[in-house]
């Protein structure tokens, strides 16, 4: 049993496909295969189901699979040990981040990021959670910025702050003449949300304890984006809820809409999540403290008195 072998193995079942993972490899498809023969042969088990498409690892494979990847993680740690040490802080940081946090906290801290470490090459995708956690557990990603926690014992997330919760509210909706909001005021019909597969839809309905749509009006409206849901507001009717960091660069009138929620204020928990065998520790640490560094005054201090669930 080798190393290479063990890496085509994990580069099969990353891709599901063999020529691309040969490809990915840097190997033509035959040599892939005649090196997952001999490690299957050595092994005496089959660790994938050839006969399906795409191709998938029986049940026996799952487990060396997953040994596997602890494995070649152990490996590569030593040469990133070394790297650190003749290199500094280098090579790809490929980051993951779900689109309700993106535009409002990635330009906190991109530019003195890379000012300060320029031999890191960024690369950053907007995606839902699932799909973050999916790609972590592939070793597409390296860390993934989302909100937690998730219960998955095959990361590690390390929480950087907690984002307060607001009401975004039509001048001419009922709770505009409060100074500050409760859920249980709340009218689930004039409610506008995202999309399902967003953490944050997940968290408002366990908020506002809106089990379906019970929307009475002829425009039902659910968007993918945090901007859209405010333009929505301003420019129908109703009421929608955002994350504070959306709306610190509104306008004096727009801020006018906003809505604290009365204490205790409903909160998220932002974190940084890693695969439980996480390579490029170094750099990644100087990610966390680098957001930490660049978020906005209040966020570092503010206690998790009501973290909202994600369902």
Request: hydrophobic share 40%; charged share 25%; aromatic share 6%.
């Amino acid at each position: 049993m080798t190393l290479t072998q063990l890496e085509y193995l994990l580069a099969v079942d990353t891709y599901r496909h063999f020529a691309t993972a040969a490809e990915k490899c840097f190997v033509t498809q035959p040599t892939l295969s005649m090196q997952l023969q001999k490690l299957e042969e050595e092994l005496g088990v089959q660790v994938f189901d050839r006969s399906r498409v795409p191709v998938r690892p029986t049940e026996l494979g799952k487990d060396v699979i997953a040994q596997a990847r602890v494995a070649v993680a152990e490996f590569k740690k030593i040469e990133e040990l070394v790297k650190v040490q003749r290199d500094g802080i280098s090579g790809e940081l490929r980051i993951g981040i779900i689109p309700t946090l993106a535009p409002y906290l990635v330009p906190l801290f991109i530019t003195d990021f890379i000012k300060k470490y320029p031999q890191v090459r960024i690369t950053i995708q907007e995606l839902v959670t699932n799909t973050i956690v999916e790609k972590l557990k592939l070793e597409l990603l390296d860390v993934g910025l989302l909100v937690t926690p998730l219960h998955d014992k095959t990361i590690v997330e390390v929480p950087l702050f907690y984002e307060a919760f607001v009401g975004y509210l039509h001048p001419s909706h009922p709770l505009s003449d409060l100074k500050e909001i409760t859920a249980e005021a709340i009218d689930p019909a004039e409610l506008w949300l995202l999309n399902d597969g967003h953490c944050f839809r997940s968290q408002v309905l366990q908020l506002c304890n809106r089990a379906k749509d019970t929307r009475n009006v002829h425009l039902d409206y659910e968007s993918g984006s945090l901007e859209t849901l405010k333009r929505i507001v301003e420019t129908q009717s109703g009421m929608t809820l955002l994350p504070e960091l959306s709306v610190r660069e509104l306008s004096d009138e727009r801020k006018g809409m906003i809505r604290p929620f009365a204490e205790p204020q409903p909160l998220r928990e932002v974190s940084l999540v890693v695969h439980r065998s996480f390579l490029k520790r170094k750099t990644i640490e100087a990610l966390r403290d680098e957001i930490i560094t660049h978020l906005p005054e209040g966020l570092r201090e503010r206690h998790p008195v009501r973290v909202v669930k994600i369902k």
